[in-house]
């Protein structure tokens, strides 16, 4: 089988459709600046997904959220805005110079660079459903549970789509 053609850009080996270059525009009312510049974004790789899980629990100080055992450990937002940054920390590879976590204050903005690099990496699950659908509708002698599987691109009768974390399975495609 021949791998894919391996490129470096900003430094940063990878097949050339895992990288997403996209701008950013804003006027930050909460700390008077306006805030313009260009990031690349790569899809993360199973070892980017085991570094997050790493990063988030340091920035949580060891302690995870869990509803079971409310107050022994962070609260739900608290979690989920800091596997934002473990996030955002591990797939940017290029950014503005003004991009740094310890010094920007405006929650907007780091939630439009998010919802970019989020973007980026559901495009793989959409073309993964994409392709499913397509083999699915050409395929002769399809039962009901093969167009399930399909549908929902998990394969193995959805096992893995049970299983293991939307991020996970993107960070999975090729």
Known sequence: MQRPKMVAKNGVAARQHLLHTFLIEHKSEQDDMEYNGKFTTKKMSIADMAALGVRKTQLNGGYHYSEGTPGLGVDAGTDD???MIAHLEISLQDFPIWWDLENI?????IGMVFKEVLNHENSFLERRRRAAAAAQSTADGSSEGDSAEAADGSGAGGVAGE?????VLAALEP
């Open 163 to 167: 299983m293991v974390d939307e991020e």
């Open 105 to 109: 204050s405006d929650v907007d903005l």
């Open 81 to 83: 805005f800091n596997s």
